[in-house]
């Protein structure tokens, strides 16, 4: 199957530094989502990418839709305790929507 | 609205025991999926349909069975659970599977199978 590859696995940081995290696919990818999970709660869309090159922000966080539509990055700026969590990255693969695909998650602790 | 509702939350079942787990939805989504996470893995796809009365497979799906009856419930039946199936059954709805179509994820059931 498709295989997502998300880094870094962890990150430990202090609070008010930026952050940055990638997801590279296999495969070209059409969608490209960025989910963020907490402790015993279901994943929560942060932004979705749907077109290469495309650069979207939600508040302190950005993410981009790579131009060869294999890869994604998301970054985090200013970062505060209440970012702490899993980042997911997910996409669908071109002639396929529906089925999603996750990268394994990255570990964001904060140090305040 | 509720949004993504799941039970049981918390299941303990011995090996070769059969249960199901109950996922709704009530934003009249066309699309549910099934999902399990497991340490290190992130989400992996189970089945997933696109509408009442059609199912199909996604990445990992021996060992689940679902249907689909109505729009609004998208049970995941264990016939005979194995240990190998322990793990966190996260089920979402989309509205349609075309583009712009976000998933909305329940909170999840974590089941251990002795």
């Known amino acids: 199957g498709q295989q997502l590859n998300q880094s870094p696995q962890s990150m430990f940081i202090q609070e008010g530094e930026d952050v940055s995290m990638n997801c590279t696919s296999s495969s070209i990818f059409n969608t490209w989502l960025w989910y963020k999970q907490d402790p015993g709660e279901g994943p929560v869309l942060l932004i979705a990418?749907?077109?290469?090159?495309e650069l979207t922000s939600n508040g302190r966080l950005t993410a981009q839709f790579g131009i060869t539509r294999k890869d994604s990055f998301l970054n985090i700026s200013a970062s505060i305790p209440s970012d702490v969590g899993i980042y997911f990255c997910a996409g669908r693969e071109e002639y396929n929507f529906n089925k999603f695909y996750f990268g394994s998650g990255t570990k964001l602790n904060v140090k305040p | 609205n509720a949004g993504v509702t799941q039970t049981p939350k918390f299941q303990v079942l011995k090996t070769g025991q059969s249960m199901t787990l109950q996922c709704a939805q009530d934003?009249?989504?066309?699309?549910m999926s099934w999902y399990r996470q497991d340490p290190g893995m992130g989400l992996r796809l189970i089945h997933y349909s696109v509408g009442a009365g059609i199912t199909d497979q996604g990445e990992v799906p021996n060992g689940y069975n679902v249907s689909r009856s109505t729009t609004e419930d998208f049970p995941l039946r264990l016939l005979s659970a194995a240990p190998s199936q322990t793990s966190v059954y996260f089920c979402?709805?989309?509205?349609?599977?075309?583009?712009?179509?976000?998933?909305?994820f329940g909170p999840g059931t974590r089941l251990t199978v002795l």
């Open positions: 979402a709805s989309s509205q349609g599977t075309g583009y712009y179509n976000e998933q909305f």
């Open positions: 934003m009249n989504h066309e699309y």
């Open positions: 990418l749907y077109k290469a090159g």
